[in-house]
């Protein structure tokens, strides 16, 4: 098992009644697996796949839960500078809007750089040599000119392929993708899920796959947890979910992306 | 895309919010004092500013005492001065301890009426002739400088909001058209905007200032001033709201206005221009101490309100040779009165800002 | 026939420098025509950089098209005076896609509809703005007592009833709907698409649903007009279109829509220099390529 959820409870720091986020969230990741978090907002799925990376807002305490991944049994308990040494290379994410995601005034080639900088330093060029073949892995053709390019320079579809270059980086065990194809159109969507197929079949990664579109899960994930309220009400392989839903809540998405 | 609902807010978070930073605080309640005062000079002085005696010229601060030399206690009481002089001709004052006059409250005095408008005749303290209390001083000609400050007060402190509503109106009305229609108008309305900010303010105000007529009087002279510190104070806010406008035009209110056939002006007016208010308030209460400094400086050089009108400029202008403050320091007081109230506007202004910062604002308003 | 556009073109100059000698242009629509019959649902769909946006204000009138001629109600719309265009705003409205601002923050809900009401002629009295103002929130399954409250106190889906309300207390006839769901909750979109069906059927409207989502497409529009680059490459019965995509770019949308597949290869299109649609039978329309 590669990453096990278990039980995690989060809540707001000094909130009422609504302030419990998440209630006793189990969520299990295989190795070389896509699993999805599906829920309409304010689910909680967002809030799960921060969890793991920790980087919860502040004002959010996790009161009860434990994270294990790979061998370290609960990463909620690691101290700051080893959570750091997981995020990026053994953890990444990839976010819904890659332009915010990325910093406007530095190059996106020196932005992926900084992952190898940081986690596994070697010499400039090296490392531009690695960040560009990564590029090329994601399916941009020009990676030179991307490399230099600025993230506004670039279109939707290509910033979110730079962004996953840049979670993949290190070839990470893990990548979380919270909601990563919302902002975009159908058919840069279709690719990019192509690249994520892909990535699971060539890098054996595994990807934690965040969205409220119940049609890219029952197209690209293996196992579903249907979240609603901060619960995880329904789990199971995509095919039997879809096929016989047993929540109501799973039946009303799956009604909404139906055709 | 939230489904929690959220609690109603309009602006009860800001004055909270003022109460709770101290020093925003302070601002806000030295302000108020100041203003109250200006309003009021006339009830709360103990003399008008007219009123001098060159018996008493420069005559320092008569404290008022409690205790007689006797060591007895008495109703608070100023002694007489008597003035002399040493061997080098300068004056010196002494203390003519035979001489009591007591302090009475709700003094009689000449009537006047406040700002024009309500009649009174009693003043709030006040001792009787032919006793002289001077809280802070007197100046060269044995005006009350206390009196004289709270008179001048009316002039710095109103100079700077009548100048700001001015320069403030005509910024947004420029600003909102220029940033609203685009294209031609706003190229036209920018560069005329330009030219005023390419000129150095102070040395246009006094190229302004010197084609006032010399036989102006002086609330002619204090109303143009106000015109011309507002001429030159529109174009920077002016530029600004062009910037919020180009951008607040794009918005999806403002296409559903105009595609429902609402006027350009009715447009301006109530969807663009109060989503700049935000905004525009901090800029006024920033822009206000400048206005004060700025007619301090005018008047501290002789081109703003003349003698015997009082304003904190002017009065600091008697206080230029050096012989003066190391003998009268007192007269250095009106700078004290500046500074207080442009720390005031600045502290306040600054506060405003944080509070409606967009990243600060919820967590502001849970508080 | 509700409304005809014939040779729509609305292009964006293209700043080069200061000197605005060389003019270059992005074409925003190039040469549209279409037509909405009354009572219909007509879905235009595209993805970003379509046009189908702008072709929406342009019908809007929010700017003029380059070229081209506008009909509603058979009467030339391009260039109307004032009476007629004021009427015209009347009967077209739009809801948009950002429920957060397409209602002004500072305004209350009465507010914003009273704007609305204040510019019909003759403007209605005070107690028929009420009880118009009762009616429309009623039918969008809201009450009278949101009228008081401001815009950020609702939810995405109520701020969006609350749009179509405002709309339709203008008693239009073309509704525009552009993204109108897109930012919505999955589960919420299900919700106002039905209000949106119900209410089409008791107003008597016709939509023209703007969207680049086919899936919600689908459900509601009985005609799919699909955009590319700002031209129009297939026009048709939705079942027919679904069915039977016949321009390659359509092929290629439905395939990444509806399968989440992308089409192979990129796309290489030969665009005629006309922009007549070729009639493939049963309404069923495509640009040669």
């Known amino acids: 098992m590669l990453l096990t959820i278990k039980d995690l409870s989060v809540r707001v720091e000094g909130g009422g009644n609504a302030a419990q986020i998440l209630t006793g969230v189990n969520v299990s990741v295989q190795p070389g697996e896509i699993v999805a978090l599906v829920g309409a907002s304010g689910s909680g799925k967002t809030t799960t796949g921060l969890a793991v990376m920790r980087l919860l807002d502040p004002g959010l305490r996790v009161t009860s839960g434990q994270i294990g991944f790979e061998d370290q049994p609960d990463l909620l308990t690691l101290p700051p500078a080893a959570m750091r040494r997981i995020r990026g290379s053994r953890i990444s994410m990839v976010f819904q809007d890659p332009l915010s995601a990325f910093n406007p005034v530095l190059t996106v080639g020196y932005q992926i750089d900084e992952v190898f900088k940081y986690h596994a330093p070697e010499s400039g060029q090296r490392i531009r040599s690695l ?115 047993k929540e109501e809540y799973t039946q009303k998405l799956l009604k909404a992306v139906s055709v | 895309m939230n489904n929690t609902p959220k609690t109603t807010n309009k602006q009860p978070g800001l004055w909270g919010y003022l109460r709770r930073n101290r020093l925003a605080w302070t601002g806000v309640v030295i302000l108020g004092l100041l203003y109250f005062c200006a309003v009021c000079a006339d009830f709360v002085s103990p003399y008008s500013y007219l009123d001098e005696n060159r018996d008493y010229s420069f005559c320092p601060p008569t404290p008022i005492r409690l205790v007689d030399s006797d060591g007895r206690w008495q109703r608070p009481f100023v002694y007489g001065m008597t003035m002399g002089f040493d061997r080098d001709y300068r004056r010196v004052y002494e203390i003519d301890a035979s001489r009591k006059y007591p302090l009475r409250f709700l003094v009689k005095a000449e009537p006047y009426k406040i700002m024009g408008l309500i009649p009174g005749s009693r003043r709030l303290f006040g001792v009787e002739e032919p006793g002289r209390l001077y809280l ?102 002016a530029r600004i709201i062009r910037g919020m406008c180009l951008s607040l035009r794009e918005r999806e209110y403002v296409m559903a206005a105009k595609a429902m056939g609402v006027s350009d002006f009715q447009i301006i007016l109530r969807h663009i221009l109060p989503h700049t208010l935000s905004y525009s308030i901090v800029a006024i209460m920033l822009s206000i101490p400048s206005y004060i400094i700025m007619e301090s400086a005018l008047s501290f050089l002789g081109l703003g309100i003349q003698d015997p009108f009082a304003s904190w400029g002017n009065l600091l202008s008697e206080a230029m040779g050096i012989v003066q403050i190391k003998f009268a320091p007192w007269i250095l007081l009106p700078g004290l009165f500046i500074f207080l109230s442009v720390m005031s506007f600045n502290v306040i202004g600054d506060t405003l800002r944080d509070y409606l910062d967009p990243r600060l604002k919820a967590e502001n308003r849970n508080m | 026939m509700l409304l005809e556009l014939k040779n729509i073109r609305k292009y964006f100059p293209v700043k080069q ?43 809007l009138k929010l700017f003029p098209p380059t070229s081209g001629r506008l009909y509603f109600q058979k009467q030339d719309m391009t260039c109307p005076e004032r009476s007629r265009l004021r009427a015209f705003r009347q009967s077209v409205q739009m809801i948009f896609q950002d429920p957060f601002n397409s209602l002004d923050p500072r305004f209350t809900i009465r507010n914003s509809f009273n704007e609305a009401l204040t510019l019909e002629r003759p403007a209605p009295k005070s107690d028929e703005r009420q009880r118009r103002m009762g009616e429309t929130l009623c039918a969008v399954g809201l009450t009278a007592d949101v009228l008081d409250r401001h815009p950020h106190e609702f939810s995405g889906g109520e701020r969006q009833r609350i749009a179509i309300a405002r709309a339709l207390i203008m008693q239009p006839k073309l509704l525009i709907l552009d993204e109108a769901t897109s930012s919505l909750d999955v589960l919420i979109q299900e919700q106002i698409l039905d209000y949106l069906k119900r209410l089409q059927h008791e107003f008597r409207l016709t939509y023209l649903f703007i969207s680049h989502d086919l899936r919600v497409v689908k459900k509601i529009c009985s005609r799919i007009a699909v955009m590319y680059m700002g031209r129009l490459v297939e026009l048709g019965p939705a079942a027919a279109v679904f069915a039977n995509p016949l321009h390659p770019y359509t092929r290629q949308l439905l395939t990444a829509a509806l399968e989440y597949r992308p089409g192979y290869g990129d796309l290489e299109i030969d665009w005629p220099d006309k922009s007549d649609l070729i009639d493939k039978g049963d309404g069923h329309f495509v640009l040669d390529y």
Not at chain 1, 181 to 208: G, P, W
Not at chain 3, 25 to 53: C, P
């Open chain 2, 136 to 237: 802070w001083g007197a100046d060269s000609r044995g005006r009350d400088l206390f009196s004289r400050i709270l008179y001048g007060g009316r002039v710095s402190l109103f100079i700077g909001l009548i100048g700001v509503a001015i320069s403030f109106t005509i910024g947004l009305i420029i600003g909102g058209i220029a940033g609203y229609f685009g294209g031609k108008t706003d190229e036209i309305l920018m560069r005329m905007c330009e030219m005023f900010m390419m000129v150095p303010g102070f040395y246009l105000l006094l190229a302004l200032r010197a084609v006032v007529p010399p036989e102006f009087n002086s609330v002619q002279v204090f109303v143009s001033i106000v015109v011309i510190l507002a001429f030159i104070g529109w174009a920077g806010l």
């Open chain 1, 131 to 245: 960040t560009e073949g990564w590029l090329e892995q994601v399916g941009i053709p020009d990676a030179r000119r991307v490399y230099s390019s600025f993230p506004h320079q670039l279109s939707g579809g290509m910033r979110q392929r730079a962004m996953i270059a840049m979670a993949m980086a290190m070839q990470p065990r893990l990548i979380i993708a919270d909601e990563p194809t919302s902002n975009l159109d159908v058919t840069l969507q279709a690719r990019i899920l192509e690249l994520f197929q892909q990535l699971r079949k060539t890098q054996e990664v595994s990807i934690l796959f965040i969205t409220h579109d119940l049609g890219i899960v029952r197209h690209l994930c293996d196992r579903v947890y249907v979240m609603n309220v901060g619960m995880v009400v329904e789990s199971g392989k995509s095919v039997e979910v879809f096929e016989a839903p």
């Open chain 3, 17 to 59: 420098g200061a000197l605005y000698r060389r003019r270059e242009f992005v074409r925003a629509v190039d040469d549209i025509s279409l037509s909405l019959e009354l009572g219909e649902n007509l879905g235009l769909v595209g993805e970003s950089g379509s046009g189908k946006t702008t072709l929406g204000r342009v019908i």
